[in-house]
């Protein structure tokens, strides 16, 4: 053993290999499951680090590829499993249809599944050629919306426009699947349909409907109405367009319309069977550690929305406990450089005790729900349990047109977690936040030098980041109710600050950093807010300082103030147009533009200070003059609009500049300042705006 301590013990595996042989590069494993059993043999006799090389190919896994605590290396021997070098191998939880396509009828080919693949489940997403087809649907494309639906939970059933509606009959109706939009567009649920009866135009719900939380159940904001768009899947009759699928599970006949030009007999056909395909499974007391994975594409894992769905905290919706990879009980275990595209729920899990992980330089797209889940246990107090993650890393990643199935999802969900950093990615196309975090336990999370750009794509009433923080002391009355009311202990929550610093937030419908519903304990700075502002909904101990807003859909705002909140805005620029005040998405806002306000206050405390500190802003529009507004509380009674010196004579902006803050080249995306700006005057400090999103090293050998 010591002659060979401190040496790199290697191991090979091929499509082309045999698990009979030695592992060595000329006589390779077959499947990664040997590989693992040749380093668990090899532990036991050195103390080196291991590398598992993975050659070219597709590796279909017949069950998830799982790393126990016996896998594991150590800091001084880490376990790597890569992609041979300039190879790119695939790691599927899929299998390839291998059947003989026959034409069926109007353009429809079919396919008789083996015996074999009619015993895998019922699968609900088709790649070909790595594409993910469509499943038979009505409409074609775009929506339909109901002509009456039901404001309270739970939902039973709506009613369908018959003038808009299919004119098939459907031989199997309860096959179906509804994918609807709740009246607020907050996000979308789905249901398997239970029945459709003509003869009133109603369709029932059955099983379905768990991505709502708890807390939202009778809530009209998850109701179905008339703005409920919708459309119904998996429906024979209606596969009419190319590249739309169906599969008579009963009969195992798989439907497909090719796009035209595709050659069928040479088409890659593969259909999701798992729904983990990556697995690092430990516990607190035995943990998986110190095993990397590098350069793969991660593919096929089945698609989640019906199955079930947890609220983790009292954020919004739900999410599924699950991805792709999914990791729990790890510490010091790598995912990086891999390609993970084809996934039906989430891309990537961090799931209960977590640490000091890092994923790493992934591209993520095209995932069905989120793309890198971060949530803790359900416990929400810490006391002597450590079931949540913390210290881990999420950088350099690109994630992009998620959320195929799920428009409640982010780019990065973060919940029940402390001191986790997200950095560098680069996040866009995605129906809703590209980074949220769902609470305020326990905070310490570092959010920088990410690049953000078209979020909230498909929903409203949100931003390119956004946070809640309905932990113990939110209070709802507050939110909702007629008075405002002190935020109370949060910080026992929101123990340690979310430091979001030196990102680009790049969006013209909503809001930038929208800290909603009590979210506390932030320090938000050297942000560079195009298009976006900055919304403080409640909430306590938020300082906002050094920060660049430029013509924001709404103007920064202060919405339903915390009594003596500690909450600071400083040393920021604001510039404001009122040709960008169009705040689209946001169901709250979007009824009239601000006017090109610099503020726009709704319901600030009713008896104690506004803010802590307000004070030191640069702030310009095109009007030519100084505007905010505020609606006082009780909201509705009362809505004034105050000049610059009417502001200050209320205590706010004393030494603020209403002046161009002078810009390089501000028409050419260039925000850096002149050095005779005024902001420098009052404080502000310059910062990097080179460094967004995606580093050096980040590969896109699978794009």
Not at 119 to 131: A, D, I, R, S, Y
Not at 154 to 177: I, L
Not at 323 to 341: N, P, R
Request: hydrophobic fraction near 35%.
């Amino acid at each position: 053993m010591s002659n060979i301590e401190n040496t790199n013990i290697t191991f090979y595996v091929s499509t082309d290999g045999n698990d009979e042989n030695s592992g060595i590069e000329s006589a390779p494993f077959a499947t990664l499951e040997r590989a693992k059993e040749a380093v668990r043999e090899m532990k036991q006799n050195i103390s080196c680090p291991i590398t598992v090389y993975v050659r070219e190919g597709t590796y279909y896994l017949a069950k998830p590829l799982t790393f126990h605590s016996a896998d594991s290396g150590s800091a001084e021997a880490m376990i790597t499993y890569q992609a041979y070098p300039g190879e790119k191998p695939v790691l599927s939880g899929g299998r390839q249809i291998s059947g003989t396509w026959q034409p069926y009828e109007n353009g429809i080919m079919m396919c008789k599944l083996e015996a074999r693949e009619s015993e895998w489940p019922h699968f609900t997403q088709l790649f070909v050629n790595g594409k993910r087809q469509t499943r038979a649907r009505f409409p074609n494309s775009g929506f339909l919306y109901p002509a009456k639906g039901e404001l309270h939970w739970p939902h039973t059933q709506f009613n369908y426009d018959s003038a808009t509606f299919t004119t098939k009959s459907w031989r199997k109706p309860h096959e179906a699947v509804i994918h609807m939009f709740g009246k607020n567009y907050w996000g979308n649920l789905q249901w398997q349909m239970k029945g459709l009866d003509t003869s009133t135009q109603t369709i029932h719900f059955g099983a379905g409907g768990y991505q709502i939380n708890d807390i939202m159940q009778g809530s009209e904001a998850t109701g179905i109405d008339a703005r409920s768009k919708y459309f119904i899947e998996n429906v024979f009759e209606e596969l009419d367009s190319p590249g739309e699928w169906y599969l008579d599970a009963e009969k195992a006949d798989l439907y497909w319309m090719p796009p035209p030009g595709t050659d069928v007999n040479q088409a890659l056909v593969e259909v999701p069977v798992l729904q983990q395909v990556i697995a690092f499974k430990g516990t607190q007391e035995d943990p998986v550690h110190h095993i990397s994975l590098s350069g793969f594409r991660i593919a096929h894992s089945t698609s989640t929305f019906l199955e079930v769905y947890e609220a983790p905290s009292l954020g919004d919706w739900t999410i599924h406990r699950g991805g792709a990879v999914s990791l729990e009980g790890a510490e010091h275990c790598t995912v990086e450089h891999c390609f993970m595209d084809a996934v039906g729920g989430n891309a990537v899990f961090l799931n209960q005790y977590n640490r000091a992980n890092r994923v790493y330089g992934n591209e993520i797209r095209e995932a069905g729900d989120s793309g890198i889940c971060v949530v803790g246990s359900k416990q929400h107090t810490l006391g002597s349990q450590h079931a949540y993650p913390s210290d881990n890393v999420i950088s350099n990643n690109w994630i992009h047109h998620i959320g195929v199935f799920g428009k409640q999802t982010a780019g990065v969900f973060v919940s029940i977690s402390k001191d986790n950093t997200i950095s560098h990615n680069h996040i866009h196309h995605v129906p809703r936040a590209a980074i949220c975090i769902n609470d305020g336990t326990w905070g310490g999370h570092i959010i920088e030098y990410n690049d953000i750009h078209d979020t909230v794509l498909e929903t409203g009433d949100h931003g390119p980041f956004n946070a809640w923080g309905r932990d113990r002391f939110w209070c709802l009355n507050q939110s909702h109710g007629p008075d405002s009311h002190g935020a109370g202990h949060v910080t026992l929550d929101a123990q340690k600050p979310v430091i979001i610093r030196n990102n680009r937030f790049v969006d013209h419908k909503g809001w930038g950093i929208d800290l909603d519903d009590g979210s506390s304990n932030y320090h938000v700075y050297n942000n560079l807010c195009i298009g976006v502002s900055i919304k403080l909904r409640e909430g306590d101990f938020r300082t906002i300082e050094n920060n660049i807003f430029i013509n924001g859909a709404n103007p920064p705002g202060i919405h339903i103030g915390y009594e003596h909140n500690q909450d600071r805005f400083e040393r920021n620029i604001i510039v404001m147009d009122s040709k960008f005040d169009n705040p689209e998405v946001d169901i709250d806002f979007k009824k009239g533009d601000s006017q090109g306000a610099i503020y726009e206050f709704i319901g600030p405390p009713m008896k104690g200070k506004w803010l802590e500190a307000l004070d030191y802003n640069v702030f310009f529009n095109d009007s030519g003059h100084f505007t905010a507004t505020v609606h006082y509380r009780p909201l509705g009674s009362r809505t004034e609009r105050y000049n610059l010196e009417q502001w200050q004579q209320l205590g706010w902006d004393e030494h603020s500049v209403y002046g161009d803050p002078l810009f390089i080249d501000a028409p050419n995306g260039d925000y850096r300042l002149k050095p005779e700006s005024p902001a420098f005057r009052l404080g502000f400090k310059s910062f990097e705006m080179d460094r967004f999103g995606l580093l050096s090293d980040f590969r896109t050998h699978h794009s």
